[in-house]
């Protein structure tokens, strides 16, 4: 186990694995890479292996006091810097805490909880759209804490972009005395809005997306009520985002590709009077996410007609429609496949933009009979 608890990113898994074994941990990493991808994750991992009492090669051993310390996120070691409300008449230098509001702190302990349990979770507290001042003057504070026993001080600075101007100033400060036995880790999605001189300072860890396997495995070692046609799914609309994979969990996939599929069957059959109904209705209270996932699951299924119109089986992503999918082939022969998936994806596309939700559909719908019927 182990690293095994960060999805995918064999290579970061290797650097890091390494440079513990080679003793030559760097005093600063920079870890960056796309939203979603592991690099809290892995920041928490690599500061387990830095604190645990007996690692082998370079993995933790998951079983002593400092493991389960740093694992609950509650080792004194270890410090994860977030974005966080400030406090009314909080000033500079005050405990980055101490003028909260208990509801504050309590949704502060209430998300650090959540992290610990799940790594991949994206902390969002209200009201907290910056790193603020005095929880980067608050690290110093810690690396100047009597020393721990054993390990090393790990200090995680999530989100970094989100840093302001003199945050980002008090940590170049902090970066430029590396203190003994401390490493700070950066960590962005959008490395290129910190200042340079903060990147020149740390060691760069690049985080890359996602494979769709690995969201697969890790969709279904983690939620056990997760069926593997679900998992295929999830991970075909993640983008290469553990963090988007989860979130589509709690979302009935497999439901909502039937319900838009009833959608297409209606819209080639029945009048159009009917179908622009069904197209209201099925609207409801969607919100616009929720439309992009279910022209997302429509393309997928079309995509796989495509695919079995070439009697490629391999490719197939909805391995319990292939079936139905054969049918619908077999009826509409003379579809044009190819210009329905191009109108699905023009449609997707202006979903995020602010037009008429059933504009977009019922023009997507006279799009899809002329592919499909050729009339
Ligand atoms: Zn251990």
Known sequence: MGWNLVI????????????????????????????GTGKDAAAIEFAKVLNCEQPDHGEACN????????????????????RMPVGKNEKEGDDPFQKLEPKMIA??????????????YRINLSDANKIKINSIRDIRRTINLARAERGKKVIIISEADTMNDSSANSLLKTLEEPAPNTVIIVTTSHHDALLPTIISRCQMVRFELLREEEIKNGILEMNESIDEQQAILIAKMANGSFHRAQELVGTDLVAQREQ??????????????????????????????????SLMLLNLWVRDALVLQHNNREGIINLDQQESIAKFIDHFNKADLTAVVRSIERAIALVGKNIYLSLVLINLAFELRQAILRQ
């Open 8 to 35: 995918g990113q064999k290579r970061v898994k290797k650097i890091l694995r390494r440079s513990f074994i080679a003793d030559k941990i760097s005093h600063a990493y920079l870890f960056h890479g796309p939203e």
């Open 63 to 82: 079983t002593c006091t400092h493991c389960h310390r740093i694992v609950s996120l509650q080792h004194p070691n270890l410090k994860i810097i977030i």
């Open 107 to 120: 949704e502060y302990r209430q998300a650090m909880a959540e992290k610990a349990s799940n790594p991949y």
């Open 260 to 293: 838009m599929i009833d959608v297409l069957r209606n819209i080639l059959v029945r009048s159009p009077s009917m179908w622009m109904r069904e197209i209201e209705e099925f609207l409801g209270p969607k919100d616009r996410y929720a439309v992009v996932r």
